[in-house]
Structures are given as C-alpha cells and as structure tokens.
C-alpha cells in the first residue's frame, strides 16, 4: 500500500530522483511521506548537521507532497523514499519513514506489519535502544543495528528478517556501506537496472523512466543495491540467487497523464484501444484455457472489490455463453469456502495488481488443496503471476488511478472469449467484442460524453444513488456503485432488480437518483417494471439502455453489443462517477482511505 523508492548510482542529485519517484507513486494512497539521502563526499562540509543529519540527511512531512522539494538536500548519490500509510502509530511525522537506528548510520523504511514487533521493543528497551516514535518499522532498524555492531548491514538485515514476524517489506540504506539493503515477505518490491545506476520500487511503473530490465523480488528474497549493481539472496540460507531479469513491455508514456487532467479520465479513455488489442491477440492460450476448464472438476473464481465483480460477470458468462457452471467467491471468504476443493479443481484468480493479499492467501489456500490456479492478471511478474500455474495478462497496460477501470473491461474481454472459447466459437466472441469497442467509443465521445457530464454535474449533491439490473446488468450495477462510492463518496447501491421489494425499495423518496441498467436481452421487461416501481415512489429514473423508454427521466444511450453490452454499460457509469467525483471538487485519482494495492489483509 504504501509507496517506495530507492536510487543508487552516478547521479548527484539522488533525492530529487527520489521524489519523483514517490510522486509517481502517490496514487497507492498515503498521509505522510519521508525521504533520507547519504550526503556526497563534496557536500558533507556543507551541511549545518542538525540532530541526526550527521551521515544520513531526512525530511519527513506530514499531508501530500504536493509543492514541497528537496532543494534544502545536499548533493547525493545514494537516497531512498517513503509514502507511508499510517497502520501502527498516528499520522506524525515523527512516525513517517525513514527511521534511524541510534547512531544515526542506518535508516529504514517498511511496507507491511511486524506481527512480534511488541515482545521485539521490550527486548530492545532493555538494551538501552532509543525509541522515538509509535510504529512498528523502528523496531526492525533497532534490531537490525544490535546485530550490525560486528557484522555487516546486509548480514544483519537477514538475521533480524528472519526473526521478525508478518508480511513486510524492508529497506535499508547503511550510510557507512553506500549501499541499500531490501528484504521482501509478502508486500511487493521490484529492483531495475540500470547504467552505473539502480533502482528499487513498490511498483514498476516508477522505474520505468529509467530503465525496463528489472527482478520482481520473490518471498524471503533479499537485495543488495548499489551503485555497483544488484546482487540478490536467499534470505534463509544466503545463497545468492541468480536472476533473469525480466523486460517490461511498458512505455514511460502509459504513465504520463498527457493531454488529460486525470488518470482515470485516461485510462477510462483508453479503453477502446485495449480492448481491440484483446479482440484481436492469438487466441491459442484462451482455447487452452477453455479445455483446462472444461476438464476442471469445478471451477471457482476469486478475487477482490472490482475484480470480484469481474468474476461474477464471468459466471453469468460462463452460464450463457458455454453452458458451464462456475462458482465465484469474494477473496477475503473464499478460505471459508473452500473444503469441497480437491486436486481436480480450478481455480480462476483476478487481480489487476496481482499483489492483492486476499486474493493471494485464496490461491495459497487452493494450492494447499492441490488445487490448479490460473491467474487473469494484469501486472506480469507480480506474486499471482508467479505463483499460477497458468496465466494470462490482461494487457491494459499500468493502471495509476486508485479507482480500476481498464483493468475491468479487460477482464470482461477476456472471460467473454473465455466462454466462446469453450462453447467452440472464440471468433464469435471477438465479433461481439468489436461491437462492444463501436458502442464504447460513442459513450466517451459527444453527444453521450457531454450528457453523462451534465448528469454527473446534477447528481453532486445526491445522498444516495441507487442502480438495478439484471442478469449480467447486474454485477455491472455493482460495479457501477462502487465507482460512484469510491471517488465521490455518495452512497450508491447496486440492486439486483427483483430485489427490489425485499427490501431497497423502502429507500425511494421523491428525487432519488435510480440508474436503471435495461439492455437489449431477456431482462429489459421485468427490469422496465422495477424502474416503474421506483418511478412510483417518486425515484428519478437514469435509463442506461440501447433506447428510449417512457419510464426514463433522463436517458443515456447505450448501443447493442448482446452479451458485450455490460462493456459500454459499465465505462458510462465510469464516466459518470469520474464526473460526479470532478463537480464535487474531489480528486478522483486519490480517494480519501484508499490504497491501489491492498497488501494487507
Ligand atoms: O489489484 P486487484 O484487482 O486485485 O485489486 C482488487 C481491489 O482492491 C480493487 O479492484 C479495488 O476494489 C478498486 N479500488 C476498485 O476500483
């Protein structure tokens, strides 16, 4: 969750490279930031060395980056940073990573929880170690300078991971060594390569300016990095390990707003683009796939938030399309649901970040089953990549807003061929997906684009909008709820329509925003009368439908694509949460108690 960044190398202005990096890794969500740099040689006689800026220089804030720079920085070569999400200890920045050891020769920053960082403190207290903040993170720096005084940082580093308990991340920058020393378990870490230069990251796409050759950090992986290079180990037995370092297919471009003021509003326009690539890739791995499935013993899907949401799509998919039932399971409950799993399932995982915990423990819990994994997964060698015994890439490219779009339609693509695939008409799938791609490009286009702004702006002050469908309506319902929730924090509930009277309908009142999700498929009779249901109570009736029907207040043309149409459907409510979320004033790429990637369970 939190956002990390490392440089070691020739340039002499280490915690400008630093910060840039941390702003492109803002949108992970945070509420403080810190960055320490080791001052060059030349520049030490510069320094005013106030408390603890002796070896190591560190400026902690509290709130956004926003403006501030590290112009007060002296020169440096050697420098890493922190976004911090406060888990343990306030929003202080006192608590905000770097933390220093006692000497002030050794800094740390942590991604994750120490579970047995309570019994560790006591420990250290007595050895007389000097605490001054509430986090978990300084009892691993104080650990690891017990251990320092007579070996050296790396060795240290190892011994204290080792002992420390939970799934975390750590960096260490040893002022003394000119070197930073990384340790993974769990929260994900990858090291680029650079020339006579290198770099280390919560996520890729901040290391992507620099270079594309970079090693996604296994589990009990540790590093050492410096200007020299990188050498990585094993963190239990010490062994070096020898890497192939992996080319990233990502330009620096994909993570550049360019011409749009956010990147949601990008990468929901993106979507046309990507989704003609999906139409149009080699569909060998899908067939391979499909027979994989048709052979399972039961199919599960998994995953969390909007991927969930893809996997319940996928089910009705599945059911229609192939004529196959597969089940579908949120990722923090699959484990309570999975004693039927046997050696002869499946299960399907999808994750965008692939390095979402819940999801992982649910592949880990299947594994243990036995269980065969395959991961639709949009960042190649994430954790659930590397860990599935078969995958395919979404191939939306990085996603930056905290808010998934792309990623989701990508999804839905892929599971549409998926099920052509195993009813024996993949071709048939990319020809609905076309037609899918036609009606989309008319949504982000005017007129439809300009109306949905204009509804956005009339539904800024709404207390809570509620959306119905059916059928594959409805996990775009869903969908489109949680877009609305997540960045313009209205309350938005998406209904299975025959739900209705059990129960939502009590919430209609005169001028309740009710988006009605009627396409041209079996639903649109029974749902037309559930939007009549809410016009009675006075509800303010949205049609999202391929026409216009007497019921609708307000009426968004979406075009047909049969069993594609959740596609378009789902990018105009996109487009409608976005602008809400932009007439609220609100900054949809970063909302409030949010983090892109949930690395803790
Ligand atoms: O990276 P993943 O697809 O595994 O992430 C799953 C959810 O955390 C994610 O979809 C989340 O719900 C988004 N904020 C939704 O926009």
Sequence with gaps: ???????????????????????????????????????????????????????????????????????????????????????????????????????????????????????????????????????????????????????????????????????????????????????????????????????????????????????????????????????????????????????????????????????????????????????????????????????SRGTYMVGCGTASYACLAGSYLFSMIAKRHVNWALGSEFSYQLDFLTDTSLVIALSQSGETMDTLVAVHKAKEKNARVFALVNVEGSQLYRESDDTLVIGAGPEIAVASTKAFTGKLAHLLLLSYAMAGDVSDGQKILLRAIKSSKKILSPPTGSKIQKLGSSLKDAEHIFIIGRGLSYPASLEIALKIKEISYIHAEGIAAGELKHGPLAMVEKGTPCIVIAPNDNTIDAVLAGAMEMKARGGYIIGFSNKHHEVFDTFIPIPDSAEASIIPTVIAGQLLAYEIAVAKGLDPDKPRNLAKSVTVK
């Design 1 to 295: 969750m939190c956002g990390i960044f490392g440089y070691a190398g020739k340039r002499k202005d280490a915690a400008k490279v630093v910060l840039k990096g941390l702003k492109t890794l803002e949108y992970r969500g945070y509420d403080s930031w810190g960055i320490a740099a080791v001052p060059a040689e030349s520049s030490k006689t510069q320094i005013s060395n106030p408390k603890n800026q002796k070896t190591i220089f560190i400026k902690k804030q509290i709130g956004k980056i926003g403006s501030a720079n590290v112009d007060d920085f002296p020169q440096s070569s050697l420098a890493f940073g922190h976004t911090r999400w406060a888990t343990h200890g306030g929003v202080t920045a006192v608590n905000a990573h770097p933390h220093l050891d006692c000497t002030g020769n050794l800094a740390l920053i942590h991604n994750g929880i120490i579970e047995n960082y309570e019994e560790k403190r006591k420990a250290l207290k007595k050895l007389k170690h000097r605490f001054v903040s509430d986090t978990d993170t300084e009892v691993a720096i104080h650990l690891i300078e017990e251990y320092a005084t007579n070996q050296l940082s790396s060795k240290a580093m190892q011994k204290a991971f080792n002992e420390l308990t939970g799934l975390n991340a750590f960096i260490l920058l040893s002022s003394p060594e000119k070197k930073l020393v990384i340790a993974r378990n769990g929260s994900p870490l990858v090291v680029g390569y650079g020339d006579g230069e290198n770099f280390i990251a919560s996520d890729p796409a901040a290391i992507l300016p620099y270079t594309r050759q970079v090693h996604f950090l296994q589990d009990n992986e540790m590093a050492i990095v410096s200007d020299k290079g990188i050498m990585v180990f094993d963190a239990v037995t010490g062994d070096l390990v020898e890497v192939e370092k992996q080319h990233l297919d990502y330009t620096p471009e994909q993570v550049v707003l360019g011409k749009y003021p956010h990147y949601m509003l990008k990468e929901i326009h993106e979507q046309p683009a990507i989704l003609s690539s999906i139409a149009a890739i080699d569909t060998t791995p899908a067939k391979k796939i499909a027979d994989i499935i048709k052979t």
